[in-house]
């Protein structure tokens, strides 16, 4: 029995385990949870992305520890090397021989190298926080020459100067960048980074052909939810996709053919009872005129109400397809028959609507306030992509543990199981249906009123 329990149990999704695991506090959990992305496409492309730079970030890492920096080290190495072997010479060696010297350096080891007069390096140059060149060939010239000296890594990009203070002057040396730095470092990040972007390019071409198929169901499935045409939803992409979206194209046959199969069958009980109203009508206009065959007539009229409302509860009204509406001319439409209703829509506002099915949802609504209070007023608003309708009354209202209850089929209120003043119980049922049909909404709440205020909320 555990083990049946356990495998019903819903898993938590795999990121939220690994945050769990990591043992983020709450707080910092559900703030990273609300950055994340919700869209498929959005979360895919981080699976791609995120564990690409993660692997560049560490690749790149290890490139310049390992090989910037020690091929950096080792050509300042053999640079300030190069100088204290020049230093030495020209102390040690006699005058006449410093100008071969100078010489010899300039054109094997450097590109330009000289005695200047004067005993003082200038000041020092503001040093740059990454200057890895800077760091390491200073420290690797205060090893090999031992002297003092002055460097200057910034006013070139393509030379370093540097100055020593020897015994016989200031020795001011001038090489190349690339002599003492591994100046050709970035053209391997510069291919890493490239790469990476066109493999990421090529990736994403790959992944949104993959996630259109899913968008292209869920759409579908939105429309068909709000009873509008499907349209030429052709079943593509993973084999995975496929079986999804073949069984939502069964699965719309099914319901479109149970639609059918339930409305001829009302047809016919329809077709059936109003033959036989008409002949129970046809006898009792026979009858002579009494209290007894006022009451028969009564009869048939409520029974002949009563099937109406069936009929529009069963009813469907996916022939009848959705167009731009005025919904200040369809709510007018819809409380022509209540004078006393008041009336207040937002100017301008359109809709796309099944239009005849909203009438009715209105004149449902309209008139279900009209019987039980004696202020209605009609306000239509729109915002955030929904159309909100607002039937207000002063009426006794219903109860806030009732107000689920009455969208039941059949459901009566104790105070309307009187049929002299209640009705069939489908009034609040039918503009649901009508509502959901159309992928909106009907609530209940309080009004402004005092009374109740039923609110019908449509998608723009």
Avoid: C
Avoid at 6 to 11: A, F, G, K, L
Avoid at 37 to 46: T, V
Avoid at 199 to 220: C, D, H, N, T
Wanted: glycine residues 6%; without cysteine; charged residues 25%.
């Amino acid at each position: 029995m555990t083990v049946a329990l356990d495998e019903q149990r819903p898993r938590r999704p795999l990121w939220r385990r690994i945050l769990r695991w990591i043992g983020l506090p709450p707080p910092m959990e559900r703030w990273l949870r609300r950055r994340l992305p919700r869209r498929l496409f959005a979360r895919s492309i981080l699976i791609i992305v995120v564990p690409m730079i993660v692997l560049q970030s560490v690749v790149a890492f290890v490139f310049l520890d390992r090989h910037w920096e020690n091929m950096t080290t080792r050509l300042s190495v053999a640079t300030a090397s190069e100088i204290a072997t020049i230093v030495d010479l020209l102390e040690t060696l006699p005058a006449d021989a410093r100008p071969q010297i100078l010489a010899a350096a300039s054109n094997n080891l450097f590109s330009d190298i000289s005695l200047l007069d004067g005993d003082r390096l200038p000041a020092p140059h503001r040093k740059l926080f990454f200057s890895l060149l800077d760091r390491t060939l200073s420290r690797q010239i205060s090893i090999a020459v031992g002297r003092p000296f002055w460097i200057d890594t910034v006013e070139s990009t393509r030379f370093v100067e540097i100055r020593i203070k020897t015994k016989v002057g200031i020795l001011q040396i001038i090489t190349r960048r690339s002599h003492t730095y591994a100046s050709n470092a970035h053209i391997t990040l510069v291919w890493m980074v490239g790469t990476s972007l066109v493999l990421i390019a090529v990736a994403l071409l790959f992944l949104k052909g993959q996630v259109r198929p899913i968008q292209e169901l869920a759409a579908a499935a939105e429309r068909f939810g709000r009873g509008r045409p499907v349209g030429h939803f052709r079943p593509h992409g993973a084999i995975e996709v496929r079986q999804a979206a073949w069984a939502f194209l069964e699965m719309r046959r099914r319901i479109e053919r149970q639609i059918e199969q339930r409305t001829a069958m009302l047809a016919g009980v329809s077709h059936d009872l109003r033959t036989m109203l008409t002949r129970f009508r046809l006898e009792v206009a026979l009858l002579p005129e009494t209290e007894d065959t006022a009451a028969l007539v009564a009869d048939v009229d409520e029974m002949q109400a009563m099937l109406e409302d069936y009929l529009t509860f069963a009813r469907t009204d996916t022939d009848e397809h959705a167009d731009n509406v005025v919904v200040r001319d369809l709510v007018t439409e819809a409380v022509r028959g209540y004078p006393m209703v008041s009336v207040r829509v937002e100017p301008g506002l359109t809709a796309n609507l099944r239009p005849n099915a909203t009438r009715r949802l209105v004149t449902n609504l309209v008139a279900n306030a009209t019987t039980h209070a004696e202020t209605v007023g009609v306000e239509a608003t729109g915002g955030d992509g929904r159309l909100l309708i607002h039937v207000d009354d002063d009426g006794p209202g219903i109860p806030d543990e009732e107000r689920h209850a009455v969208f039941q089929p059949f459901y009566r209120l104790d105070s309307a199981r009187n049929r002299d003043h209640g009705g069939t119980g489908l009034g609040l049922t039918i503009a649901r249906d009508i509502a959901r049909r159309q992928g909106g909404e009907v609530t209940l709440s309080t009004s402004p009123l005092g009374g109740l205020r039923a609110t019908i909320r449509l998608p723009l």
